[in-house]
T-cell receptor
Framework: DGGITQSPKYLFRKEGQNVTLSCEQN?????MYWYRQDPGQGLRLIYY???????QKGDIAEGYSVSREKKESFPLTVTSAQKNPTAFYLC???????????FGPGTRLTVL | AQKITQTQPGMFVQEKEAVTLDCTYD???????LFWYKQPSSGEMIFLIY??????QNATEGRYSLNFQKARKSANLVISASQLGDSAMYFC??????????????FGAGTQVVVTP
């Protein structure tokens, strides 16, 4: 079955710790994206990647970092510099940049 | 400035009735795309329908249709014959073709739909 997986579904961390969220896709899509969603709000773009070894900042990249070493994987690190990291994080991919995006199930991060 | 506006925070609809979700957008671009996504309580975003700015016909996908009025910059989603499983949050999104925005989706705040028996 082709799709996008994100793990874990729920993640708890102490303030000041970095944490890495996993995103894997087996759809053979070139483009991948990370979004953040806060309660009652739409999605905001954190980072996106058009192709392997390339990524660009989105609208709210401060306090986050990514890597794209493999086509299938686009992990997101939430660093201690992110002031309000508690949120729902969604990863998406599309066959090419600009095409319709397909989303993973999300990771709910809570920083205590 | 807000690029996508969804003015209905929530609405109730009776099963088997049709419902229209409003979406207006703001762009000076001639080439753009409009998307609708559904987000059930599980959290996953499900792609529903797409309309390109140059598409002459309104997009349809099963029970979903998009009422595209370019001059008014509106892209309303119509769900016909509502089902209980349609209860979810619905998001309108836009992709512009300008260099700095290409590939990025701008999302509206969403509309919560509750389908009642």
């Amino acid at each position: 079955d082709g799709g996008i997986t994100q793990s874990p579904k729920y993640l708890f961390r102490k303030e000041g710790q970095n944490v890495t969220l996993s995103c894997e896709q087996n759809l053979n899509h070139d483009a991948m994206y990370w979004y953040r969603q806060d309660p009652g709000q739409g999605l905001r773009l954190i980072y996106y990647s058009q192709i392997v070894n390339d990524f660009q900042k989105g609208d709210i990249a401060e306090g986050y970092s990514v890597s794209r070493e493999k086509k299938e994987s686009f992990p997101l690190t939430v660093t201690s510099a992110q002031k309000n990291p508690t949120a729902f994080y969604l990863c998406a991919s599309s066959i090419r940049l600009g095409n319709e995006q397909f989303f993973g199930p999300g990771t709910r991060l809570t920083v205590l | 400035a807000q690029k996508i506006t969804q003015t209905q925070p929530g609405m109730f609809v009776q099963e088997k009735e049709a419902v229209t979700l409003d979406c207006t957008y703001d762009t000076s671009d001639q080439s753009y795309g409009l998307f609708w996504y559904k987000q059930p309580s599980s959290g996953e975003m499900i792609f529903l329908i797409y309309q390109g700015s140059y598409d002459e016909q309104n997009a349809t996908e099963g029970r979903y249709s998009l009422n595209f009025q370019k001059a008014r910059k509106s892209a309303n989603l119509v769900i016909s014959a509502s089902q209980l499983g349609d209860s979810a949050m619905y998001f309108c999104a836009m992709r512009e073709a300008v260099i700095d925005s290409w590939g990025k989706l701008q999302f509206g705040a969403g509309t919560q739909v509750v389908v009642t028996p």
